[in-house]
Every structure is written in structure tokens, then in C-alpha cells.
């Protein structure tokens, strides 16, 4: 099994319920993404999917975060925005933009809201 990580970032906005009362409150952070994706089979040439694709496909789906009430989107109508819920949401999206063939399956999302605090989701699979 092989497995490649990329990593983007993003700005935005939220407020959590029912965690701090803090939290609450509207703030923001800076957001660290590590997407991993793994697959058994490498491409002739020796990759198992050239990481331009990847950050390409990762990079639309930041942008759909990025500089935005998170609160606010569909993806968390029903979902507090917390790490794990942004995580779950990226894993989601990138997993929709796998084309049939390509081999390769989100194998895990980290999403850092600061340095020392991280969330890592798993995808069934
Ligand atoms: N499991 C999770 N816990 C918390 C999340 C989360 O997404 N998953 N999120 C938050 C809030 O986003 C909050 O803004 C973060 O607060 P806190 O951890 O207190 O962060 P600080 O930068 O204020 O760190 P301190 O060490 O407390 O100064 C909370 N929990
Ligand atoms: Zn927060």
C-alpha cells in the first residue's frame, strides 16, 4: 500500500455549540489541512497519482472554506463546523472527485484549527 499526503490552509469564521461557552462566540482560526490518499497500484510511471491532481482537486474544495462563515454553508447545516466535522466534509468531497479506475481512496483527513490541536478523521471504507 502506497500512501501521499498534500497539505493546504485556510482562513475562516465559526461558532461552536455546545462545546465552550467560548466557543460560542464568533472567532476565527487558521486552518492546516493534511489530506492522505492510498492505493495499492502504482501508475507506470512509477506515481500513484501525481500530487499536481491531488493539491488541484484539495485546492477546490479549500476554497469553498476559505474566508467564509462556516456556520453558514450547507455542508454544516446540521452539523456544528467543529475540526472533526470539517474534516469529515473534506474527506467527503475529495472522495465524490475520485474518478472511477484511479485506484486511490481517502485514506485519512487531519484538519489543525492551531499548532497544538488536531482532528484526524477515517473514512469507511
Ligand atoms: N474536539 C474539538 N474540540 C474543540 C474544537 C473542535 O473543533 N474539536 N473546537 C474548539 C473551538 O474551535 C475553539 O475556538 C478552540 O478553543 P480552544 O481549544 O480553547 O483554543 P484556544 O486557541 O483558545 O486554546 P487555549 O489553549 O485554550 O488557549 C474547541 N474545542
Ligand atoms: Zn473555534
Redesign the pocket.
Known sequence: MYELKVVNRFAAA?Q?KM??E??ENL?G?NWKVELFVAGEKLQDSGVLMDFGIIKKRLGAIIDSLDHKFLNELPAFADANP???TIARYIADAFTERIEPGEGIFVSRVHVW??D??C?AYWPPR
Open positions: 465559526h461552536l462545546v465552550t467560548k466557543c472567532h482560526h467543529s475540526s472533526e484549527e492551531s497544538d490541536a482532528a
